[in-house]
C-alpha cells in the first residue's frame, strides 16, 4: 500500500493519522499475515494491507487512550478506499 501518500491524503482531510511501523499485538499480526497469505495462495494479484482503526470514544475506559469518533473513522476509510480505487 502507498502508505506515505495515504497518510497524506488522510492529513489533507483533518484526519488525525499515524504510521506505524509494527503491527502491534497479536491479533493485529494475525489477521495481515493471514490476509496476505490469503491473497498469495488464491493468487488474487490484488494490492493488500492492514489498517488498524482506533476505537470509538464510547469503548475507551481510560479517556486518555487514543479514540475515533465513527464519522471520523468513517470518513477515513472512504479516502483510502477512494484512493487506493482510483490508484488502479
Do not use: W
Not at 488464491?42 to 469503548?59: D, M
Not at 464519522?71 to 488502479?88: G, K
Amino acid at each position: 500500500m502507498p502508505v506515505r501518500r495515504l497518510l497524506g491524503r488522510l492529513r489533507e482531510e483533518k484526519i488525525p493519522t499515524e504510521i506505524s511501523n509494527s503491527l502491534g499485538t497479536f491479533g493485529c499480526n494475525q489477521i495481515f499475515y493471514h490476509l496476505m497469505d490469503y491473497v498469495e495462495r488464491k493468487q488474487l494479484g490484488i494490492p493488500a494491507g492492514f489498517i488498524h482503526v482506533p476505537p470509538l470514544p464510547e469503548q475507551v475506559h481510560d479517556k486518555q487512550a487514543p479514540s475515533m469518533a465513527l464519522e471520523t473513522t468513517t470518513r477515513a476509510l472512504e479516502v483510502v478506499v477512494d484512493d487506493l480505487a482510483s490508484s488502479l
